[in-house]
Structures are given as C-alpha cells and as structure tokens.
C-alpha cells in the first residue's frame, strides 16, 4: 500500500470511528431536545427487564448485602462501599462533598441507592448505563474504592463463605463481575414503600394521605412551577442532563486533594489539558462536547427529606434553599463576574413563585418521601477469611487469628 493510500485508509477509519462515537455518546447522553414531559406517578414494580440479565434471588441478596459492607472491595481494605453510602443517612453521607477514598477528597456530593433499580443512567455525570456497571466503576474509582479485579477476586477467594456462595449462585469461584452483579441485586431491593409514602398512597387511592397544601404544590410542580418538565415520570426525573447555573463550593477550593482528584478523573477521561482543570465540568469529560461543560443527570426527588445535601455539589441543605434556587432563575451562571463555559439551560428562569406557593411546592416534595427513613438499621455479617489445607479445601481461619486480623 502506497503512502497516498495509507492516509486516505487512516482519514476513512477516523472519519467513521468519529461517526460511530457521536452515534453513541448522543444516545448515552440522551435528546436535549424539549419533549413532552411523562406524567408523575405512584412507584410502580421493578421493572422485569432490569433484571434480565441478572436474577434477583434471595441468596444473591443476601451476598450482596455482605459485599456491599464488606471492605474487602477496596484498595487498602479500608473502604466498603457502605462507607460513603451509610444506612443510618439514607445510603448517601451528611457532608456537601464526598470524603473520598483515604489519601483523596470526592469533589462531588454522594448520592443515595435508595430505588437506583428504576434508573438506567448513574453517577452526577450518568457515565454508567447499567447498576452492574456502577458498581463495578464505583469499585475502580480512585476516589472511592480504589480497587482493582484482581486484586478483589484474590481476596474473596480467600474467603469461604464468599467461595461456598458464588459457586452455588454463580457455578464458579468468585470474580469481580459476579461480586457486582451480587451488589446490584442487592440495591434492587432498597425501594420505597408506595404503601407509605404520601404521594403514592394519594395517587392509588387514598385522597387523605396528602394535605391540601402538597395537593396545592402538586399543582405548581406540574403547571406554573413546571418542575415536570425534568423531572417526570414515577422516578421524578427525565434522566437528561442540564446546567443549572449551580455556583461554585468553596470546599473545593479549600483542600488540594480535591482539585488532584478532579485532575485524576479529567485524565482518566481523555482530557488533554487534564494538568489545567480547575473545576467540576460534569458531562463534558465523559463527551468532550463543550456545549456539555456543566451539565449534570436530572436527579431524581424520591425520598428528599431523608437525603440532603442536594445538588452535585452539595450547596443546598434544605428543600426551602433549593426551591430559592430554582424561583429566582437558578445560578447566574457566573464565577468572578465571569461568565463560566457552557450554557444554563433555557428551561432554567425565573418562576415568580410567591411565598405561599413555594411553601406548597416544599410540604409537595416532602410527600415524595416514606415518614421513616427506610432501611437505616440494615447491616451485614462479614465473613473471615480461611486458609487452604493440604488437601485443597478452604476453611474458615480459627477465631483467635481472625480477631488479630
């Protein structure tokens, strides 16, 4: 093949490889495009074909809630993924930004697992398209778990119950895809209770289980608040991404470890000049698309009470700031008197809600959540890791030696 040919194979092979990665991050990324929003609802079955690829059975719970409090799955040992997704705070953390695997600081808010069955785009930046494939990125990312395959298979192999159990659900000795496919099965069952929760009680039937004010602030949500417009459907939320205008936390100006984190992330991504980021840009490092600097997955409202701070970036701590946020037009979309890169959402402005209606809109979305935080007393049994005998088998190490462990 002569050189004139060569560079017109390579252009030909860029030029499609190009075609087919638009292809794809459009359909990842979702229509920006305004539609018809999906009419809100009370929360129905989990969805069978959620489950297509992974069965949720009880004894796959079961592993699964093991793991998921189980350090093991981290890089030092330390980090169990219940660590930054704590029960007694609704499977999320109290601080407006995530601590972070030790020796790093999250530069984003933690978000709760509560009902993830019912979504199929994760993360703030939605880069994970199944729950199978959020656990597994949660478990490589630096600032979590920080932990490789092998590294994990290695160690749950040392474990017998761990081995008993993957063999009989799996038909082979652990490995990391089936340690994810068990974690995912478990937070298939942390769901709300339409039976409890306000909102669905209301709308199955029971017009007392929400007040005249959350009925009021229904209203607003769906008409002059216009809420639904993004968040819609049993899940509240149209799973696209937007740019709220959302200012800048000076917590990530406070602490080094933070800003290395987000250079870490930028590079992992594919970002060039990852040395030169300074901030959060969102659903761009996973598009490079500069029209996508800021944007972020329409989170989801269910449960609000039990899960604050809100926003990616943890700047609100209570409903009332958020409805604040929202009525004035969200953020200015300025850092410095400067206009920050990428576009605030032209569905973002000005609501012109009076004090009245934004109390509604707030006792509303309170009636989005169960009375009692759900499953805050759930825990697990670790099991102790084993040594192997002469003969090949696997058992479980002598007390005495585990306590030392």
Known sequence: MNK????????IVLFAVGIVMAMYWSAWAGSQMSKDPRPIGPL??????????????????????MLFFDPRLS??????????????????????????????????????????????????????????????????????????????????RQVPVYVDLMQEIFGEPPTWDNAARAVAAFERTLNSDPKVVPFDRYMNGDKKAMTRQQVRGMELFKGKANCIQCHDGPMFTNQDFHNLGL?????FDEDPLRQISIRF?????????????????????????????????????????????????????????????YNVGGGPNLEG?????????????????????????????????????????????????????????????PEKVAAKK
């Open 337 to 397: 008197g400067k206009a920050l890169a990428g576009k605030k959402d032209p569905l973002i402005k000005p609501l012109n809600l009076t004090d009245d209606e934004k109390a509604a809109l707030v006792a509303f979305l309170e009636a989005l959540s169960s009375p009692e935080m759900p499953f805050k007393d759930i825990r697990a049994t670790i099991p102790p890791d084993g040594i192997m005998t002469e003969a090949g088998v696997l058992v479980p190490l």
């Open 75 to 156: 890089g030092d040992g330390s980090t169990p993924c219940a660590a930054c997704h704590r029960p007694e705070f609704a499977f999320t953390q109290p601080d407006d930004l995530s601590f972070g695997y030790p020796g790093t600081l999250h530069f984003r808010a933690g978000q709760t697992i509560f009902n993830n069955g019912y979504l199929n785009k994760y993360f703030w930046d939605g880069r994970s398209l199944s729950l199978e494939a959020q656990v597994g990125a949660a478990g490589f990312g630096q600032e979590s778990n920080n932990v490789s395959a092998q590294m994990a298979e290695a160690r749950l």
């Open 265 to 325: 992330r930028a590079k992992a991504f594919g970002i060039l000049n990852y040395d030169e980021v300074d901030e959060d840009k969102g659903l761009y490092f996973n598009t490079h698309r500069p029209a996508d600097i800021h944007k972020w997955r329409t989170a989801p409202l269910r449960e609000l009470v039990h899960t604050p701070p809100y926003m990616h970036n943890g700047m609100f701590y209570t409903l009332e700031e958020v409805v604040d946020f």
């Open 44 to 65: 129905p079955p989990l969805p069978a074909d959620v489950q297509r690829d992974n069965v949720t059975t009880a004894k796959k719970v079961e592993l699964g809630k």
């Open 247 to 251: 200012p800048r936390n000076e917590a």
């Open 4 to 11: 004139k040919n060569s560079i017109w194979t390579i252009v």
